[in-house]
C-alpha cells in the first residue's frame, strides 16, 4: 500500500477505534487512566525510535512521510497524546472529547486521502489544500461525529434532542474544517489545531 494512505488509514482507524472500545471499560474512576495506557504506551514507543534509541521500521513505514524518525516526536506523538488526554479529560462524561477525537481522526484523515486523490481545486487561500479535502473533512467529520454520538447515546451515555445536536454538530464540523484548512501548517500541526479549535467550539456549542 502506498505510504500516504497507510498513514492516513492508521491516522483514522486507531482514533476511532479507541474510542469506540470506551463503553468496553468498567464504571471505575480509574478507567479512563487504564484506557490511556494504550495511547500513552504507544507514546513512549514513538519518543524510543524518534529518539533512534530503537528502529522499528514498520513503525517508520505505517505513521511517517519520508521514513525519517524524528517524524515520530511531531504529527504521530501530539497524535496519541490527544488520545490520552481526552479519555483523562473528557472520557465518557461529556460529548467533547467524542467529537474532537472524531474530527482528528476521521475528518482530518479522510480530508487528505480525498484531497490528494480529487484535490485538482485548491482553495484561494491557501494552494497546499483542496475543495475536494475540505468538503469531505465537513461532510465526513460531521456524519463520524453524529455517529460517535449516536452510539454512545444508544448505550446510555447521553441524551440529545437529534434535530439541535445536528446543527450544533455541523458548526462544530465547519470550524474544525476552517481551522484545518488555513496555511498555518508550519506554525501548528493538525493534530492540535483541529482537535483544539473543535474543543473550543463544542465547549461553546454543545
Ligand atoms: C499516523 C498518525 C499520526 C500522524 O498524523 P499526521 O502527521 O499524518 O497528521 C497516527 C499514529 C497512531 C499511532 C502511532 C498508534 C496509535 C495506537 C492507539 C493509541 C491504540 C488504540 C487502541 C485501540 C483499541 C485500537
Ligand atoms: N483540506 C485539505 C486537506 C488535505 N488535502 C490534501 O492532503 C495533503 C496532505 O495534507 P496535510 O499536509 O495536512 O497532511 P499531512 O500529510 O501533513 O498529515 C495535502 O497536500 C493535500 O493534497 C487537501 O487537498 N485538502
Known amino acids: 500500500m502506498e505510504q500516504n494512505l497507510s498513514r492516513k488509514l492508521v491516522h483514522i482507524i486507531s482514533g476511532l477505534l479507541f474510542v469506540a472500545a470506551w463503553p468496553l471499560f468498567s464504571a471505575s474512576p480509574e478507567a479512563r487512566y487504564f484506557a490511556s495506557l494504550a495511547p500513552f504506551i504507544n507514546g513512549l514507543r514513538l519518543v524510543v525510535n524518534g529518539l533512534s534509541l530503537a528502529t522499528d521500521e ?3 513505514k505505517s505513521v511517517t512521510r519520508e521514513g525519517k524518525p524524528e517524524e515520530l516526536l511531531r504529527g504521530p506523538l501530539y497524535y496519541v497524546l490527544i488520545l ?22 476521521g475528518g482530518d484523515g479522510i480530508a487528505d486521502i480525498m484531497g490528494r486523490k480529487f484535490g485538482y481545486v485548491k482553495l484561494p487561500y491557501n494552494q497546499k489544500k483542496s475543495w475536494a479535502g475540505s468538503i469531505s473533512m465537513f461532510t465526513f467529520g460531521f456524519l463520524i461525529s453524529m455517529g460517535m454520538l449516536y452510539y454512545f447515546s444508544v448505550l446510555g451515555y447521553f441524551q440529545f434532542d437529534w434535530n439541535l445536536t445536528a446543527q450544533r454538530v455541523a458548526v462544530v464540523s465547519f470550524v474544525a474544517t476552517v481551522v484545518e484548512s488555513l496555511p498555518t501548517a508550519e506554525q501548528i500541526d493538525d493534530n492540535i489545531s483541529v482537535p483544539l479549535a473543535t474543543m473550543v467550539t463544542a465547549y461553546l456549542c454543545m
Open 84 to 105: 490520552a488526554l481526552s479519555a483523562i479529560f473528557f472520557w465518557r462524561d461529556s460529548p467533547v472529547g467524542l467529537l474532537l477525537l472524531a474530527m482528528m481522526s
Open 58 to 60: 514498520g513503525l517508520l
